[in-house]
């Protein structure tokens, strides 16, 4: 899964700022640590809504370096950006990828929406349309 490294700074007047190298969008904070790495989660979240909405390919995740902390996309998002980065690199336009699919494009915009819940399966075969192939991967956790 897609892993960006994030830093969190000790605010002046308490708490942590959280910022990311990667996604320049993506600022939040939180008055604990616990509260600065869930709203580091839902703040990269929501910046990739930014890059959906401007067509913008969504920057892979550098190495962390070792001042930083790894914050994870949620796999239904992950699999997102990989379709929306699939589609500016192919240069596909959304209604030909459509009628590709077989379906209707008011049905495509929804499989790019971050808000709807899309199955694996159609992010797979909109992935498959534009010659890519999804792969998943299960390792034990450490």
């Known amino acids: 899964m897609q892993k960006y490294p994030a830093h969190f700074d000790p605010a002046d007047e308490g708490g942590y700022t959280v910022t990311f190298r990667d996604i320049p969008e993506a600022i939040t904070q939180g008055d604990t640590l616990e509260e600065a790495e869930a709203m580091a989660r839902d703040a990269l979240v929501t910046a990739m809504t930014f890059y959906f909405e401007d067509g913008r390919t969504v920057p892979a995740p550098s190495k962390a370096q070792k001042d930083e902390r790894l914050v994870e996309l949620p796999p239904s998002v992950a699999a997102k950006v990989a379709l929306l980065n699939a589609r500016l690199t192919t240069g596909i336009r959304p209604a030909d990828l459509a009628r590709t699919m ?19 399966d159609t992010v797979a075969a909109a992935l498959a349309a ?13």
Do not use: S
């Open 102 to 120: 077989g379906i209707k494009p008011q049905e495509l915009t929804r499989i790019f929406d971050l808000g709807h819940a899309t199955k694996i």
């Open 130 to 142: 534009m010659g890519y192939a999804l792969e998943l991967q299960v390792t034990p956790v450490k």
